[in-house]
C-alpha cells in the first residue's frame, strides 16, 4: 500500500523557516515528488516539483527564492525549506507522487497524495 506522509507543519511569525518532510512507503518516486499547497476558499496550487531526471528543480513565482525542494532517496522522502515565510504561505502543504502527464503543475497529474500538513504564518 502506497503512503505519503507529510510531517513538519505549524504555527510561526513572519520571516521565520520550517523544513516539512514527506516520506514515502510503498514505492520509490525519486523525482516524480512535488509539493502543493492548499489555502482556505482557494484552490490546490503548485508550489515545487523536480524535473522527471531529477537534475533541475521547478517553483512557482510565489516562493522562488525563499523555499527549496529536496529529497533523499535512500530514505524515499522529499522535503520542502520554507524560508522568509509571509502570511500568504499559510495553507495545507501537500506532497504529491508519481507525475502522470507532462503537466508538473497540475495537481491533476498525479496518482498519490499526502494528508496534508499545516503551515499558519503570523504578521
Known amino acids: 500500500q502506497v503512503q505519503l506522509v507529510e510531517s513538519g507543519g505549524g504555527l510561526l511569525q513572519a520571516g521565520g523557516s520550517l523544513r516539512l518532510s514527506c516520506a514515502a512507503s510503498g514505492r520509490t518516486f525519486g523525482s516524480t515528488m512535488a509539493w502543493f499547497r492548499q489555502a482556505p476558499g482557494k484552490e490546490r496550487e503548485f508550489v515545487a516539483a523536480?524535473?522527471?531526471?531529477?537534475?533541475?528543480?521547478y517553483y512557482a513565482d510565489s516562493v522562488k527564492g525563499r523555499f527549496t525542494i529536496s529529497r533523499d532517496n535512500a530514505k524515499n522522502t522529499a522535503y520542502l525549506q520554507l524560508n522568509n515565510l509571509k502570511p500568504e504561505d499559510t495553507a495545507v502543504y501537500y506532497c504529491?507522487?508519481?507525475?502522470?502527464?507532462?503537466?508538473?503543475?497540475?495537481?491533476?497529474?498525479?496518482?498519490?497524495w499526502g494528508q496534508g500538513t499545516q503551515v499558519t504564518v503570523s504578521s
Open positions: 523536480f524535473s522527471p531526471d531529477g537534475r533541475n528543480t
Open positions: 504529491a507522487a508519481q507525475l502522470r502527464s507532462n503537466n508538473r503543475e497540475l495537481a491533476t497529474s498525479y496518482t498519490y
